[in-house]
Structures are given as structure tokens and as C-alpha cells.
């Protein structure tokens, strides 16, 4: 079998904070746990979400210079290759909505498992923010930015802060996702709380979580358990090398 080439934009070794570079140098180094023959070319980009059509609205000049990269560039570049990856059917629809005719294989996101933080990180992370003992969190982990939708969090956390006097907002996500995000399969599994877009949904969502202890623990331990069957890196690796070997 011939070497896998990930063909990836401004992706410098050892010079990565997170994003697409961290998965694509994560994901090598699990194929190459399996035994195959890794190469990391810093060419072009990995759809990665990239491609959302969300990113291609409007008249801003990002998203124009967007559109025509796409058109003249990217495009053609993924017309050219061999089979093309999508993080989940939903990415895959975008694609073939974007004309890409080339055959997509949906695969996920890997994760490294971390072990849950101790009884005394949990107080000194509290202690370290001026959140009590007993207060809940309502957790946001992502990048700011529109596609987001921080807005709805914040007046969501905003309504929900009437019934619980003690809640709090660390914006550093939960487990809710709203419609149109790339978490569908994880819903259907049971792993979170699907809701439609905006902060009224996203707080009706949240309340029973809040309110049911027992379902925040089940939704807990469901959600690691599909992080785990889902997005093991070597499992992943295993899938594309599979993909790979199609070609």
C-alpha cells in the first residue's frame, strides 16, 4: 500500500495550538500506531468544516474572497482528488451542495481520552474562579465567533438565572446542540439534548438538566461513552486506512 498523505493549509509541525493542524498531526500519529506509512504535506486544506455554507453568506469581504477561492480553487482541487473526508453527514450534504462530486467518506473527529478531574481540581478550579461549592455550571467551550452563537447562550444562561439564582457561566460545551450543528448522530445516540436554534429552545433544553440531577448524570456518562465508541483515534485511523485502501 502506498504512503497516506494528509494534504493540509499552514499546517507546521510542532507549531499548532488546536483546530485542524492538532487533528491532522493526532490522526497521523495514530496511523502510524497501526503500522502504515504517513506523510503530512502542507499544501491545501481538509474541509474540516470549512466549507459550512454559513461561512459563504453575505457580502463581507472574507466571505467573498470565500466564495471565489472556492470557485477557482478549492473546488477544482477537490474535483482532482481521489475520495474526499467529511466530519459528519451533515458536512457531507454541504459538500455535495457545493458541487464536490468526488466520493465523500464520512468520518469524525478523534479525541484523546482524559480521566474526570479529582474532588480536590474540581474545588480549586471553583475556588480559583469565585464559583461556590454548590453552584452550577453552564459551560460554553469554543471559538467566539458567529457561527457559534454565543449570543444564545448568554440570554439563555440570562432566563435560566431566574430559577437558579446560582448559576454560572464559565464561556471557556454542554450538552445541548442546537439543529444544523454537526452533533446529530450523538443526539440520536442519546449522548445529548438536541434543540432548535435560539436562546428560548437552548433554555428550554438546559432547565431539565438543571433541574434532574440523575438525567445530567446519565446524559454524563452517555456522552463519554459515544466519545469513546466514536472517536477513539485508533479507530478513526483504522477507517481511513480502510478508505485509503478503496481508492
Known sequence: MSPIRHIVYECLPGAYA??????VFELASAQRRTGADVEVWTVFFHPHGA??????AGWSLKSLKKRLYHRFIGRPDLHAATGVFALTPLEAEQLTELGVSRHVHVIPNGIAPVAGASADAVRAFRAAHGIEPSARVLLFVGRI??????????????MLRV???DL???????VVATRGCYMRAA???????ECEQGAAPVADALRPILEDAALAARLRERARAYAASEHDWNQIAAR???A???R
Not at 168 to 174: C, E, P
Request: aromatic letters at 8%; charged letters at 20%.
Open 240 to 242: 481511513m486506512r480502510e
Open 145 to 158: 465567533m458567529p457561527k457559534k452563537r454565543l449570543e444564545d447562550i448568554i440570554v439563555a444562561f440570562a
Open 244 to 246: 485509503y485502501a478503496l
Open 51 to 56: 466549507l459550512d455554507p454559513v461561512l459563504f
Open 18 to 23: 488546536g483546530g485542524v493542524q492538532k487533528m
Open 187 to 193: 443526539a440520536e445516540a442519546g449522548a445529548l439534548i
Open 163 to 165: 430559577d437558579f439564582p
Open 168 to 174: 454560572v457561566l464559565a464561556i471557556a460545551g454542554n
